[in-house]
């Protein structure tokens, strides 16, 4: 939380995955009409690191590069999808 490597927020958030019918690239259509969609079943869930510079996100990697056999292994027991999105910069934000 201090010092060089500093995170600065970290979070998981869980939601269920909607269908989309492909009217609108972003989501389900019936969002904007007040609806929920129907639900595919699936959860999604989200962790979120945000680091105040590069050097956090680098160590952030190294020191998890032996958790990565584990987590490929529970990707293909559980049929898992993973995306990894890195190296992004916050542009604008509600937090300090």
Not at 7 to 27: C, H, M, R
Request: charged share 25%; with cysteine.
């Amino acid at each position: 939380m201090e010092g060089p490597l500093k995170l600065l927020q970290y979070s998981v958030s869980e939601s269920p995955e909607w269908k989309n019918d492909g009217t609108f690239i972003a989501g389900p259509a019936p969002f904007f009409e007040g609806k929920f969609p129907e639900k595919t079943g699936r959860t999604i869930f989200v962790l979120s690191e945000i680091y105040e510079n590069e050097n956090g996100l680098h160590h952030h990697f190294i020191e998890s590069k032996d958790f990565v056999s584990k987590f490929d292994s529970m990707i293909t027991t559980y049929n898992l999808e993973c995306m990894s999105l890195n190296q992004m910069k916050v542009i604008q934000s509600l937090w300090d």
